[in-house]
């Protein structure tokens, strides 16, 4: 593992379903360049044209997975020999989830596996998956298994196990959910956003979420929200530093509100970049229904 001070390359790998997704989006906020299923013959290239920016980064994350070609995942080891040349530590986290947990993530996001063209069965494709994913997981630096944790377990395992994010102090997790789904499971406050106007009622706000500026300029100009907003955030920032003085490691605030795509996207957004703004390392943001 980098020792802080070289630049570092995660590459996230695993089994679709397992939480690589959650995990590039944890790097993220923690400024991390992330980008996802990059072919794996350019990773030296990528990294050599990102550090080389004006910019100049120098914490990067890649996903790759079963979604290249099998002989290329063959070859990442020599391809992260090539990123070391570069002056970069490097990194290789393997996902894993058992398959009876792959089979029912799938069945409740109804997404579709990668390899199941043609009409393959969902279990077989997990299982050629599997297969052709034996030999990353063979020279992972890391192995993650997930099929126990929830989404806001993985995003602080993500922290916890590559030693990123906050090296003291509390890490923030600000989320939105849909009332209609149901609460999220680990949250320490809730905060109902339902009593704020709407931006689903205007047809050209609906298919926006409260990530869009325009959606942020809709409700930023109405007093109620500002006054929600501030007194929400007064009450957070009087009540974090007495959770941190009991040493809690960790702290979740959701925000709810009937579909979980505009109030409480954007509050869990606005709430981030304030603290953020305190010079907080370890503040993240997830929205569960967006993902």
């Given at each position: 593992m980098s020792d802080g001070t070289r630049p570092l390359l995660i590459v996230v790998s695993g089994m679709s379903g397992s939480g690589k997704s959650v995990a590039l989006n944890t790097l993220e906020d923690l400024d991390f360049f992330c980008t996802d299923n990059l072919p794996a013959e350019?990773?030296?290239?990528f990294v050599r044209s990102v550090a080389g920016e004006e910019s100049g980064r120098t914490r990067l994350a890649v996903g790759i997975d079963v979604r290249n070609r099998t002989p290329d995942l063959a070859r990442i080891p020599q391809w992260l020999s090539e990123v070391g040349e570069l002056g970069f530590d490097h990194k290789l986290v393997y996902f894993d989830t058992r398959d009876e947990v792959l089979l029912k993530r799938y069945s409740d996001t109804r997404r579709k596996h990668p390899?199941?063209?043609?009409?393959l069965p969902l279990a077989d494709a997990i299982r050629l998956e599997r297969e052709r994913m034996r030999p990353l997981q063979a020279i992972a630096d890391l192995v993650m298994d997930t099929s126990e944790l929830n989404v806001h377990q993985m995003r602080r395992q993500v922290i916890t196990e590559l030693g990123i994010g906050a090296s003291q102090g509390l890490s923030l997790l600000f989320e939105s959910f849909a009332y209609r789904r149901g609460l999220p499971a680990d949250a320490d406050f809730i905060f109902d956003a339902r009593a704020l106007p709407n931006p689903h009622w205007d047809?050209?706000?609906?298919?926006?979420?409260?990530r869009d500026t325009?959606?942020?300029?809709?409700?930023?100009q109405d007093p109620n929200v500002r006054a929600y907003a501030e007194q929400v955030t007064a009450f957070l920032e009087t009540w974090i530093p007495r959770?941190?003085?009991?040493?809690?490691?960790?702290?979740?605030?959701?925000?709810g509100c009937t579909g979980g795509r505009h109030r409480s996207v954007y509050l869990a957004e606005r709430l981030a970049a304030h603290f953020r703004t305190q010079g907080r390392d370890g503040v993240l943001s997830f929205h569960r229904e967006l993902e």
């Open positions: 350019l990773l030296p290239r390899l199941s063209h043609g009409g047809a050209r706000l609906r298919p926006l979420s409260g325009a959606v942020r300029e809709h409700l930023e959770f941190e003085a009991e040493t809690r490691s960790y702290l979740t605030v959701a925000f």
